[in-house]
């Protein structure tokens, strides 16, 4: 489990730091904040991107890691992780419903409902389970 956390965190972040690095592909698919962020390409948008981007592979490490108090650190950060998503995708499902009237952005609210949140969701759980299951 470790490895799929590890994975899907890498993964993540690849996407993340592709964006950093001034890709655009995709950007369409998240958009509000990061989305503008990925544009902007200022200084302070850049600097955003690359923090998500260390955060990012931080925790990704951490599922590689899994001893001593790391593993509380894991199953916290992984529990965190899942809470974010599961709450991410109800949400978002309830919006694409229309119980906060029509989104501002349906594409990138259905890639939110049925990838992207969801990832985070998927990441947390295995990074969650990974902790609890450390040698």
């Known amino acids: 489990m470790k490895y799929a956390a590890a994975l899907l965190g890498f993964a993540s972040a690849a996407v993340s730091a592709y964006w950093l690095a001034g890709g655009t592909v995709g950007l369409d698919t998240v958009g509000g904040e990061i989305e503008r962020l990925g544009r902007e390409r200022s200084g302070a948008a850049v600097a955003v991107l690359a923090a998500v981007v260390v955060v990012k592979l931080a925790v990704a490490a951490l599922a590689l890691s899994l001893r001593g108090r790391l593993r509380v650190v894991a199953r916290v950060v992984g ?7 599961a709450l991410l995708v109800a949400t978002g499902a309830l919006a694409l419903a229309g119980a906060f009237g029509a989104p501002d952005d349906p594409h990138a609210l259905r890639w939110h409902v049925f990838f992207w949140d969801p990832w985070f969701l998927l990441w947390g759980l295995a990074l969650a389970f990974a902790a609890r299951s450390a040698d």
């Not at 529990?79 to 998503?85: D, I, P, Q, S, V």
Request: no cysteine.
């Open 79 to 85: 529990l965190g992780l899942a809470l974010y998503g």
